[in-house]
Protein backbone atom coordinates (compact mmCIF):
# COMPACT_ATOMS: atom_id res chain seq x y z
CA UNK A 1 0.00 0.00 0.00
CA UNK A 2 2.46 2.71 0.60
CA UNK A 3 4.52 1.97 -2.55
CA UNK A 4 1.12 2.69 -4.27
CA UNK A 5 0.37 5.80 -1.74
CA UNK A 6 4.06 7.14 -2.75
CA UNK A 7 3.86 6.81 -7.01
CA UNK A 8 0.19 8.62 -6.81
CA UNK A 9 1.66 10.83 -4.58
CA UNK A 10 4.42 11.73 -6.86
CA UNK A 11 1.91 11.21 -9.94
CA UNK A 12 -0.93 13.52 -9.01
CA UNK A 13 -0.31 15.29 -5.87
CA UNK A 14 -2.70 13.19 -3.93
CA UNK A 15 -3.86 9.87 -3.54
CA UNK A 16 -7.59 9.14 -2.28
CA UNK A 17 -8.18 5.61 -0.75
CA UNK A 18 -12.16 4.78 -0.29
CA UNK A 19 -12.93 3.07 2.88
CA UNK A 20 -9.56 2.51 4.66
CA UNK A 21 -9.61 0.50 8.04
CA UNK A 22 -12.82 2.60 8.76
CA UNK A 23 -12.43 0.73 12.05
CA UNK A 24 -9.48 2.01 13.41
CA UNK A 25 -8.65 5.48 14.66
CA UNK A 26 -7.16 8.08 12.57
CA UNK A 27 -3.80 8.03 14.26
CA UNK A 28 -3.50 4.82 14.23
CA UNK A 29 -3.84 5.19 10.25
CA UNK A 30 -1.32 8.10 10.19
CA UNK A 31 1.31 6.19 11.85
CA UNK A 32 0.55 3.15 9.40
CA UNK A 33 0.94 5.52 6.64
CA UNK A 34 4.29 7.86 7.80
CA UNK A 35 5.29 9.62 10.39
CA UNK A 36 3.02 12.47 11.99
CA UNK A 37 3.79 16.34 11.81
CA UNK A 38 3.19 16.95 15.63
CA UNK A 39 2.46 21.17 15.05
CA UNK A 40 1.71 21.15 18.59
CA UNK A 41 6.08 20.84 19.46
CA UNK A 42 6.15 24.28 17.31
CA UNK A 43 5.81 27.36 20.30
CA UNK A 44 2.43 28.95 20.33
CA UNK A 45 0.77 25.76 18.74
CA UNK A 46 0.98 23.79 21.51
CA UNK A 47 -2.81 23.43 21.76
CA UNK A 48 -3.45 21.76 18.49
CA UNK A 49 -3.76 18.35 18.86
CA UNK A 50 -2.17 15.89 16.54
CA UNK A 51 -5.52 14.87 15.14
CA UNK A 52 -7.82 17.56 14.68
CA UNK A 53 -11.83 17.57 13.88
CA UNK A 54 -13.27 19.31 10.99
CA UNK A 55 -16.71 20.12 10.91
CA UNK A 56 -19.17 23.06 8.98
CA UNK A 57 -19.23 25.85 11.30
CA UNK A 58 -21.16 29.58 10.64
CA UNK A 59 -18.53 32.15 10.14
CA UNK A 60 -17.57 34.10 13.21
CA UNK A 61 -18.45 37.09 14.66
CA UNK A 62 -15.62 37.75 16.54
CA UNK A 63 -13.04 40.22 15.35
CA UNK A 64 -10.54 37.40 15.90
CA UNK A 65 -10.17 34.92 12.95
CA UNK A 66 -7.75 32.74 12.48
CA UNK A 67 -9.02 29.48 10.53
CA UNK A 68 -10.73 29.37 7.69
CA UNK A 69 -13.96 28.82 8.97
CA UNK A 70 -13.84 32.15 10.97
CA UNK A 71 -13.84 33.60 7.56
CA UNK A 72 -15.73 31.81 5.03
CA UNK A 73 -17.95 29.96 7.51
CA UNK A 74 -20.10 27.41 5.31
CA UNK A 75 -18.94 28.99 1.82
CA UNK A 76 -16.38 28.07 -0.45
CA UNK A 77 -12.15 27.80 0.77
CA UNK A 78 -10.36 29.28 -1.59
CA UNK A 79 -7.42 27.25 -2.52
CA UNK A 80 -4.85 27.06 -0.15
CA UNK A 81 -1.61 25.55 1.38
CA UNK A 82 -2.44 24.15 4.84
CA UNK A 83 0.39 26.71 7.18
CA UNK A 84 1.58 28.50 4.63
CA UNK A 85 2.77 31.71 6.56
CA UNK A 86 5.29 28.80 7.95
CA UNK A 87 8.68 29.28 7.10
CA UNK A 88 8.24 25.34 6.00
CA UNK A 89 4.53 24.12 6.04
CA UNK A 90 4.08 20.46 6.82
CA UNK A 91 4.62 18.53 3.58
CA UNK A 92 1.19 16.16 3.67
CA UNK A 93 -2.33 16.08 4.82
CA UNK A 94 -4.18 13.83 5.41
CA UNK A 95 -8.06 13.69 5.55
CA UNK A 96 -10.17 11.23 6.93
CA UNK A 97 -13.64 10.22 6.95
CA UNK A 98 -15.97 10.14 9.86
CA UNK A 99 -19.32 11.30 8.90
CA UNK A 100 -19.39 12.22 4.74
CA UNK A 101 -20.66 13.99 2.50
CA UNK A 102 -22.06 13.39 -1.33
CA UNK A 103 -22.31 16.88 -1.83
CA UNK A 104 -19.25 18.37 -0.46
CA UNK A 105 -15.78 18.24 -2.37
CA UNK A 106 -12.23 18.76 -1.59
CA UNK A 107 -10.81 20.42 -3.99
CA UNK A 108 -7.21 20.29 -5.53
CA UNK A 109 -5.26 21.63 -8.16
CA UNK A 110 -1.22 20.94 -8.64
CA UNK A 111 1.85 23.02 -8.52
CA UNK A 112 2.60 21.71 -11.88
CA UNK A 113 -0.69 22.89 -13.29
CA UNK A 114 -0.04 26.12 -12.51
CA UNK A 115 3.56 26.68 -13.52
CA UNK A 116 2.32 25.25 -17.08
CA UNK A 117 -0.32 28.35 -17.35
CA UNK A 118 2.35 30.83 -15.67
CA UNK A 119 6.01 29.77 -16.14
CA UNK A 120 8.50 29.00 -13.46
CA UNK A 121 10.35 32.17 -13.69
CA UNK A 122 6.67 33.71 -12.34
CA UNK A 123 6.64 31.64 -9.63
CA UNK A 124 10.43 31.95 -8.73
CA UNK A 125 10.32 35.67 -8.37
CA UNK A 126 6.96 35.63 -6.15
CA UNK A 127 6.80 37.30 -2.79
CA UNK A 128 4.69 37.56 -0.32
CA UNK A 129 3.93 38.97 3.23
CA UNK A 130 2.56 37.37 6.37
CA UNK A 131 0.26 39.20 8.75
CA UNK A 132 3.10 39.72 11.01
CA UNK A 133 5.36 41.49 8.42
CA UNK A 134 7.54 38.05 6.99
CA UNK A 135 8.04 38.16 3.94
CA UNK A 136 8.32 34.50 2.55
CA UNK A 137 9.34 33.31 -1.40
CA UNK A 138 6.40 31.27 -3.13
CA UNK A 139 8.33 28.78 -4.11
CA UNK A 140 10.67 26.93 -1.45
CA UNK A 141 13.18 24.00 -1.21
CA UNK A 142 13.92 22.17 1.27
CA UNK A 143 15.59 19.09 0.83
CA UNK A 144 16.27 18.97 -2.72
CA UNK A 145 12.64 19.24 -2.84
CA UNK A 146 10.71 22.25 -4.54
CA UNK A 147 7.77 23.08 -2.91
CA UNK A 148 4.99 25.86 -3.36
CA UNK A 149 2.84 28.18 -0.38
CA UNK A 150 -0.17 29.96 -1.25
CA UNK A 151 -2.86 31.29 1.01
CA UNK A 152 -5.18 34.32 -0.28
CA UNK A 153 -6.45 35.10 3.12
CA UNK A 154 -3.49 34.87 5.50
CA UNK A 155 -0.32 36.04 2.54
CA UNK A 156 -0.69 39.59 0.81
CA UNK A 157 0.91 39.55 -2.86
CA UNK A 158 4.06 41.75 -2.46
CA UNK A 159 5.41 41.93 -6.49
CA UNK A 160 3.62 41.87 -9.76
CA UNK A 161 4.27 37.53 -10.05
CA UNK A 162 2.94 37.18 -7.17
CA UNK A 163 -0.51 39.30 -7.86
CA UNK A 164 -0.29 37.62 -11.18
CA UNK A 165 -0.54 33.72 -9.57
CA UNK A 166 -3.24 35.17 -7.26
CA UNK A 167 -5.41 36.35 -10.53
CA UNK A 168 -4.73 32.73 -12.16
CA UNK A 169 -5.53 31.06 -8.69
CA UNK A 170 -8.91 32.70 -8.66
CA UNK A 171 -9.77 32.30 -12.18
CA UNK A 172 -12.24 30.21 -14.06
CA UNK A 173 -9.62 27.73 -15.48
CA UNK A 174 -8.76 27.48 -12.53
CA UNK A 175 -12.02 26.32 -10.91
CA UNK A 176 -12.49 24.11 -14.11
CA UNK A 177 -9.34 21.79 -13.56
CA UNK A 178 -9.62 21.30 -9.94
CA UNK A 179 -10.03 17.74 -8.75
CA UNK A 180 -13.10 17.01 -6.62
CA UNK A 181 -12.68 14.27 -4.37
CA UNK A 182 -15.62 13.33 -2.08
CA UNK A 183 -14.95 11.93 1.44
CA UNK A 184 -18.23 10.07 1.67
CA UNK A 185 -17.93 6.83 3.48
CA UNK A 186 -16.36 6.35 6.56
CA UNK A 187 -12.84 5.48 6.71
CA UNK A 188 -12.37 7.35 2.84
CA UNK A 189 -8.73 8.45 3.04
CA UNK A 190 -7.18 11.22 0.92
CA UNK A 191 -3.77 12.26 1.32
CA UNK A 192 -2.45 15.66 -0.22
CA UNK A 193 0.70 16.87 -0.72
CA UNK A 194 0.76 19.92 0.72
CA UNK A 195 3.96 21.32 -1.35
CA UNK A 196 2.99 20.20 -4.61
CA UNK A 197 -0.69 20.94 -4.80
CA UNK A 198 -3.30 23.60 -3.20
CA UNK A 199 -6.79 22.21 -1.99
CA UNK A 200 -9.75 24.32 -0.82
CA UNK A 201 -13.48 22.86 0.21
CA UNK A 202 -16.90 23.54 -1.67
CA UNK A 203 -19.55 24.89 0.37
CA UNK A 204 -22.05 23.24 2.78
CA UNK A 205 -25.11 23.63 2.26
CA UNK A 206 -27.47 22.92 5.66
CA UNK A 207 -28.28 19.25 4.72
CA UNK A 208 -24.62 18.44 5.11
CA UNK A 209 -23.47 20.27 8.58
CA UNK A 210 -22.69 16.90 9.91
CA UNK A 211 -19.81 16.30 7.77
CA UNK A 212 -17.05 15.67 10.31
CA UNK A 213 -13.71 14.70 9.20
CA UNK A 214 -10.06 14.32 11.18
CA UNK A 215 -7.09 15.36 9.92
CA UNK A 216 -3.00 14.67 10.49
CA UNK A 217 -0.48 16.28 9.27
CA UNK A 218 2.65 14.03 7.68
CA UNK A 219 6.23 14.75 7.71
CA UNK A 220 6.89 11.36 5.79
CA UNK A 221 5.26 8.44 4.07
CA UNK A 222 6.38 5.25 4.60
FE1 LIG B 1 -6.64 23.37 4.27
Redesign the pocket.
Known amino acids: MIENIKSELARYGYVFIPELKPNCCTEFIANEIGSIFKVSSFVGYEHIPDIQVLTPREESKSNIKNK?SDNFGLND?PL?T?LAHWLCPPRY?LLRCLNGSDLVSTKIISYDFLVNLLGVKTFKKSVVKTRNGCVLPIVFDKAGITGMRWDSLFLIPMNPSSNEISNLIKSEIIEKNSHHIFLRNKGDTVIIDNWMTI???SSVMESEKGRLIERAYLSTIG
Open positions: YFHDIHGR
